[in-house]
């Protein structure tokens, strides 16, 4: 999958949860900041912080390596 496809399918999943940003930083001990910059595509999140995130919302991510 690729990384910009799997941070869109993170943002959309805490929404289709209706889990706000507030909420997913406070799970997954995430700065509130971080989460907000990632979902706004001003930052790349670190794979951890992509992990934690995906995890949360119950999401099983995979990278391919190439």
Do not use: Y
């Not at 940003?21 to 595509?41: D, H, N, P, Y």
């Amino acid at each position: 999958m690729h990384f910009h496809s799997l941070k869109e399918k993170v943002k959309t999943r805490r929404e289709v949860l209706n889990v706000t940003q507030e909420q997913l930083a406070e799970i997954t001990g995430v700065g509130l900041k971080t989460l907000k910059q990632f979902e706004s595509r001003k930052e790349n999140p670190t794979l951890q912080t992509l992990q934690k995130s995906a995890n949360a919302l119950g999401m099983d991510i995979r990278l391919e390596v190439k």
